[in-house]
């Protein structure tokens, strides 16, 4: 396929998409550094074998997976000319990425008040420090999926999606889907690697 065919128009699509995945390897990379020195670190005498999830990271894997649908929806009533059932989606994929969040600080407070460890200090564990760390990295992109989610909100209530121009969406679905499937990965590492 020759890439430099077409008008300006599919050229300057292609190269977004081409960036936005670009960072997401870049991104994944990070990640996979991040649970690489995890498992390395395993090794430690110091490291805990049985340590439990809070509770709160389960709820927030399920307001992901939710948080997903309504994006995927979302992105398919705008495309099919939808507006107000694609701004109600919008907005609820909104909510439920804010809720995520929510539920990952409740996860970090279980640690603290449940399990007694803090994220560094006297009173910290490598493991539970790895898992603070590794998942407030998660929730800096979550907040960055936000913020994309907000401008594509207000695009869509200045009906800039219309006649088939819906990039700006679909590049936020492919983010948004990104950072999903990153928690939905983590949490199984954190569940099955210990």
């Keep these: 396929m020759d890439y430099t065919k077409g008008s ?4 300057r699509k292609r190269a977004k998409k081409m960036m936005l995945w670009f960072g997401i390897v870049s991104l994944s990379m990070s ?5 690489s020195a995890y498992v390395v670190s395993s ?8 340590f439990e999830i809070p ?20 992105k398919r009533s705008i495309q099919d000319q939808k507006a107000r059932t694609g701004m109600i989606l919008l907005w609820t994929t909104f ?14 407070d279980e640690i603290i008040g449940i399990f007694g460890y803090n994220p560094t200090g006297p009173t910290s564990n490598i493991t539970y420090t790895y898992i603070f760390l590794i998942a407030m990295v998660h929730i ?16 869509h209530f200045k009906q800039k999606y219309i006649k088939g121009n819906t990039l700006g969406v679909e590049l936020a679905a ?20 210990r």
């Design 43 to 50: 090794k430690r005498e110091d490291w805990l074998d049985n």
């Design 95 to 108: 909510v439920l990425g804010l809720s995520f969040i929510w539920f990952q600080l409740r996860g970090f």
């Design 140 to 155: 800096a992109h979550i907040a960055a999926a936000l913020i994309v989610l907000l401008v594509v909100i207000y695009n």
């Design 55 to 74: 509770q709160a990271f389960f709820i927030s894997l399920i307001i992901i997976i939710i948080s997903s649908v309504t994006m995927h929806f979302a």
């Design 8 to 11: 300006e128009a599919m050229k």
């Design 31 to 35: 990640f996979a550094g991040f649970t």
């Design 174 to 193: 492919t983010f948004w889907h990104f950072v999903d499937i990153l928690w939905i990965y983590l949490f199984l590492f954190f569940y099955f690697v």
